[in-house]
C-alpha cells in the first residue's frame, strides 16, 4: 500500500497533530481493515497516540450524471460538490457550500445543517464490503453503521440549485468562528443544544493554554493558538463532567478524537469515529 506523509498541524481543521504516515488506499484489495479512514480532516482531533491512518485515493474524487443520478466519488470535497450543482442547475446540495469535508466523510457521519442532511436524497453507496441501499444503513442523527470503506455514493437528481437556500446556508454559518476548529465539538442532546449547556456551566469563553471554547460560538472548540491535543482533552471532559453533573446529560463528541487511549466502547468520550 502506497504511504504518504501528512503534517496534521496544517492539514487538520483544528491544527493539531504531528506529521504521520498515511496509508492510500487505491483498491479494496489492499489490506485497510487496522486503518482508521480520515477524509479531510474537518473533524478531527489527531491525539498523541493515533491509531493506523488511510485515505481514500484521489481516483474516487469525481462526479458524474449517469442514468438520472448523481455519482460522486468518496474523496471529492464538498466545495467541488457545491460548485457543479450551481454550475448545472441541481437542486439539494447548496448546504454542502458551507459544510466541509469530503463525500465519504460526509456520508460516515450523515452530515447536514438542520434538517438538511447528505442521506436526504442517498440512493446507495459502495463499499468495500459492497453496494449498500439507503434502506439498508442504519442512520440518523450525525450518525450510521457503516463498517467498511466508503468509495462513491449515488443520489436522487433533480434540478433547481437555490440561491436563497444558499443564503439561508450562509446566514446560518455567520455566528461560528474563523479560528480554527475541528466544527462543532458535541452533538445536540435531543430537544437541546449543546452551546446552551455549555454556556450555562460558564465555560464559554474558557480558555486553557492555546485552546478555548469560543466566545462567539459556545460549541464551538478553537485553537486560539499553539493548542494541544491535551488541552484540548481537558477542555472536553470538562464540559461533559459539569453537563452531566448539572443537568444528567452526557455529551456526546461530534469531533473525532483520534488517540487509541480514547478510543472504544470504553472511552470517556462517546464518539471515536470520523468525518
Not at 493506523?52 to 458524474?64: P, T
Not at 450518525?143 to 440549485?161: C, H, M, N, V
Request: net charge neutral.
Amino acid at each position: 500500500m502506497q504511504k504518504t506523509a501528512i503534517d496534521f498541524s496544517k492539514y487538520s481543521s483544528i491544527k493539531i497533530g504531528g506529521v504521520l504516515e498515511v496509508a492510500v488506499l487505491e483498491d479494496c484489495a489492499q489490506a485497510y481493515q487496522d486503518h482508521y479512514i480520515i477524509g479531510s480532516c474537518n473533524n478531527v482531533l489527531m491525539g498523541l497516540q493515533p491509531p493506523l491512518l488511510a485515505k481514500i485515493s484521489k481516483k474516487y474524487d469525481f462526479i458524474k450524471i449517469e442514468n438520472n443520478t448523481l455519482k460522486i466519488g468518496a474523496a471529492t470535497p464538498s466545495g467541488k460538490i457545491a460548485s457543479f450543482c450551481k454550475k448545472n442547475d441541481i437542486a439539494d446540495f447548496e448546504f454542502l457550500s458551507h459544510l466541509p469535508g469530503t463525500l465519504g466523510g460526509l456520508v460516515f457521519m450523515n452530515a447536514g445543517l438542520k434538517e438538511y442532511e447528505i442521506f436526504n436524497n442517498l440512493i446507495s453507496i459502495t463499499t468495500c464490503d459492497g453496494v449498500f441501499l439507503k434502506k439498508e444503513i442504519v442512520h440518523g442523527y450525525r450518525y450510521t453503521d457503516i463498517k467498511s470503506p466508503i468509495l462513491e455514493a449515488t443520489f436522487a437528481l433533480s434540478y433547481g440549485f437555490s440561491k436563497e437556500r444558499l443564503e439561508m446556508f450562509k446566514k446560518m454559518r455567520q455566528n461560528q468562528p474563523k479560528t480554527p476548529s475541528a466544527g462543532s465539538c458535541f452533538k445536540n442532546p435531543k430537544g437541546d443544544f449543546a452551546g446552551r449547556l455549555i454556556e450555562a456551566m460558564g465555560l464559554k469563553g474558557l480558555r486553557v493554554g492555546g485552546m478555548e471554547f469560543s466566545s462567539q460560538h459556545a460549541n464551538f472548540l478553537v485553537n486560539a493558538g499553539d493548542g494541544t491535543f491535551d488541552e484540548a482533552i481537558y477542555l472536553i471532559q470538562e464540559a461533559q463532567k459539569r453537563v452531566y453533573d448539572a443537568f444528567g446529560i452526557w455529551l456526546e463528541c461530534e469531533i473525532a478524537v483520534l488517540d487509541i487511549r480514547y478510543m472504544g466502547e470504553n472511552s470517556p468520550l462517546l464518539n471515536p469515529h470520523k468525518k
